[in-house]
């Protein structure tokens, strides 16, 4: 049986990684660079990226991609 929370958060990295190849052009790259415009767009991702600080200075009016931005924290923080 597939683990629902998993599965989704699976799904949310991929987004990320996705959004961070360059060879990828797609146009739901834009949604992504103006919302993270204001916290260096792609270098947010590639930063040490703490679940604590996103909550206190990142205020994102895109839920998809605030719920993006604390599964990739989560992600970062076990793989440290």
Do not use: C, P, R
């Not at 958060?9 to 996705?18: D, E, G, I, M, S």
């Not at 839920?63 to 599964?71: D, M, N, P, Q, V």
């Amino acid at each position: 049986m597939i683990h629902i929370k998993s599965f989704n958060k699976a799904l949310k990295t991929t987004w990320v990684q996705k959004y961070l190849d360059n060879d990828n052009h797609g146009k739901w790259k834009l949604v992504f660079d103006s919302e993270l415009h204001d916290f260096g767009g792609v270098v947010i991702f590639k930063g040490n990226l703490n679940k604590k600080d996103l909550a206190k200075f990142t205020h994102i009016s895109d839920a998809f991609i605030t719920e993006i931005l604390k599964i990739w924290s989560e992600s970062v923080m076990t793989i440290t």
